[in-house]
């Protein structure tokens, strides 16, 4: 937290490219709906709910896309860019392991402090720039595009993020929170509230006095110049309105109604004199007096006065503010989390992904219009995480299904409805000579039950837990790695402690092959104990899938789950729980970090390639050579 505010005080800005692009007439238009699948969509084209996919189709061609290997965003959108695959770009999964600590960090962006302080007056005044690193490698084709002369426009695709210097860029998944985490929301309660140890929520604790006024802080980030002072904060204040509640936070003044949205409230949290850092926050009213619980959204870096660079040029971010208003900055937007821990309610979170999708239509289209660029890349993703929150209203197998509400159970379908509007819009702002690609990273799969690989790892007396303890919590807190020959964390890797490379590491090259071995040949015997399911397709080797091991990070292993079937939550953070396999009980109820061949997404083109456009690298490809064929 504190690296993201020091790094601000470096000033770190990107030069503005400052080109005028000339208006162009023949491009490349590419959308993407994350996480679109082939099966649901044919369905619904089929009974006339997506026409203008359906018409997409008939002009060019529709076909299932094979995804990357994990089907996990971060990868396939990187293959996408690049036209590599991971053991080039270094992508390999959400989550890496620091072979230092062994522990697990986010594999998208990383934000390096400045290494040079003066400390005085209690304070530490960075010296240098410090820098924020987007760990994907490669040339993406946007950035080979603008080499050799051409412009690009890239709106929010993932894996973005600090936003490279193109003509216009917005930055997507990796874009942090004002915390520098990657979406912490705070909930305001007069009564204790339950989390899990994998939801990033902070609970507050509020004490009404006799007349229901409330005092209490947001907390916002570290300070940036004293490294033991407490954590930035800004005043909150609740005090009872008839039904509703006054909320008072920064400099505004809002009555909520129970179920009510606020608009964005910008909070500039003072470290210095006048000097603050401005956040932006949605508050949403979960319930009224006398038991009031207020919900915090993650706190935004503020577009309009952001603290590092969102956008290329960096005043583009702003721009976007003085022609829609504030708008949604952290790369994950959607709070999936609040309503996996069921801290908001279905409808909330959909309204939330109401506001979401039209602020990055409000960009999309102001894009279009502009008709400056010879490619144009817009990602929505919203099509993923509304399948991964409301698959239990589609599978009648899921546990949660028979108490899946009627507009939960339409929520998928509702955002595939949606998808194919924008796609209506999108072909209305397009001319006789550009084209149009429309594709998603991979499909989509129910996820029932989750599984705890860390606890196969320690049945296979490979992963060995510190004397007299039964289980370990996120993190390998009750892990011997003395003794540990094997270890999963992220949705689908597995790591052999390898001597010389992980800092505990306990294992020879020799012998990590035959343990390597041993997994791939074990655990796809692994079934599930209620109904004799397989649990794993395929356990891939990964010096087959990623020579080159880009950045150091390419696991060893990578499980390919059967549909059904997924990483449980802790396996994901490092936690060695009881049991093998659980019930996911959890609203987060459909996946793809599956076997691939599960989960292809979809292609839909304006025209009919000359060669097969048949993998995601070959987009980038296909992008490439269009340009330069077209000039
Ligand atoms: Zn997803």
Redesign the pocket.
């Known amino acids: 937290m504190r690296k993201l505010m020091t790094l601000l005080l470096s000033g770190l800005m990107l030069a503005s490219c400052g080109k005028d692009a000339p208006r162009v007439d023949q491009r490349l238009v590419i959308v993407g709906f994350?996480?679109m699948d082939p099966v649901l969509a044919q369905q619904w084209m089929d009974v006339g709910s997506l026409p203008n996919f359906k018409k997409l189709a008939a002009m060019g061609d529709f076909r299932p896309l094979p995804t990357s290997n994990p089907p996990?965003?971060p990868v396939a959108w990187s293959d996408f860019a690049t036209g590599t695959g991971p053991g080039e770009h270094g992508i390999y999964d959400f989550l890496r392991r620091d072979a230092e600590t062994q522990m697990p960090a986010f594999s998208i962006s990383e934000i390096v402090p400045p290494q040079d302080v003066l400390a005085i007056f209690g304070m530490e005044l960075p010296l240098d720039s410090g820098e924020i690193i987007n760990r994907r490698l490669g040339t993406p084709f946007w950035s080979a595009i603008e080499d050799q002369g051409g412009y690009s426009t890239v709106l929010r695709v993932p894996v973005t993020f600090p936003p490279d210097p193109i003509h216009r860029m917005m930055a997507g998944m990796g874009v942090p929170d004002l915390l520098g985490t990657q979406g912490t929301y705070t909930i305001y309660s007069t009564r204790p509230v339950n989390s899990s140890d994998a939801a990033s929520s902070r609970n507050m604790r509020m004490r009404p006095n006799r007349e229901g006024h409330i005092e209490t802080v947001l907390e916002g980030p570290a300070h940036p110049l004293k490294p033991d002072a407490p954590a930035l904060n800004a005043s909150l204040v609740l005090d009872p309105a008839g039904e509703k509640v006054r909320v008072q936070l920064g400099d505004t003044d809002v009555e909520l109604a129970e179920g009510e949205w606020s608009d964005w409230i910008t909070v500039d949290f003072s470290f210095f004199g006048p000097a603050s850092v401005s956040g932006t926050v949605r508050a949403y009213l979960l319930s009224t007096y006398p038991r009031v619980q207020l919900y915090v959204s993650p706190i935004q870096i503020n577009p309009r006065d952001p603290v590092v660079p969102l956008s290329s040029p960096p005043d583009y971010a702003s721009e976007v503010v003085d022609r829609h208003g504030l708008y949604h900055t952290i790369g994950m937007p959607e709070e999936t989390w609040s309503l996996n821990e069921g801290h908001i309610t279905d409808h909330a979170w959909l309204e939330m992904e109401r506001t979401i999708l039209q602020e990055r239509e409000n960009m999309f289209y102001d894009a279009l219009d502009e008709q400056d660029s010879n490619v144009v890349v817009g990602v929505f993703?919203q099509t993923?995480?509304v399948?991964?929150m409301f698959y239990r209203g589609i599978d009648p197998e899921h546990p949660l299904y028979s108490e899946t509400s009627e507009e939960a159970r339409g929520a998928i379908a509702w955002i595939y409805r949606e998808a194919d509007r924008i796609l209506g819009e999108t072909m209305k702002r397009m001319g006789p000579d550009d084209r149009l690609i429309v594709l998603s990273d991979?499909g989509f799969a129910p996820f029932r039950r989750a599984v705890n690989i860390n606890r196969w790892l320690t049945e296979q007396g490979l992963l060995v837990l510190q004397s007299g303890k039964k289980e370990s919590s996120v993190g390998f807190s009750a892990v011997d790695w003395s003794q540990t020959r094997a270890y999963a964390l992220g949705l689908n890797s597995i790591f052999i402690n390898r001597a010389g490379r992980e800092a505990k590491g306990i294992v020879s090259d020799q012998e990590a092959e035959q343990i390597k071995q041993q997994i791939i040949a074990e655990l796809p015997k692994l079934h599930d104990s209620p109904t004799g399911l397989q649990v794993v397709r395929q356990v891939f080797d990964g010096a087959e899938l990623y020579p080159g091991n880009a950045n150091g990070d390419a696991p060893d292993l990578v499980v390919g789950y059967e549909p059904g079937f997924r990483a449980s939550w802790q396996t994901t953070l490092g936690g060695t729980p009881l049991s093998m396999i659980d019930d996911n009980a959890k609203k987060w109820s459909g996946?793809?970090?599956i076997t691939p061949e599960a989960v292809p997404g979809v292609l839909f083109t304006s025209f009919q390639p000359e060669n097969p456009l048949d993998s995601l690298q070959a987009i980038a490809h296909y992008a490439r050579e269009y340009w330069a064929g077209a000039q």
Do not use: M, N, P
């Open positions: 994350d996480g996990q965003s993703v993923d995480r399948a991964h991979h996946d793809h970090c």
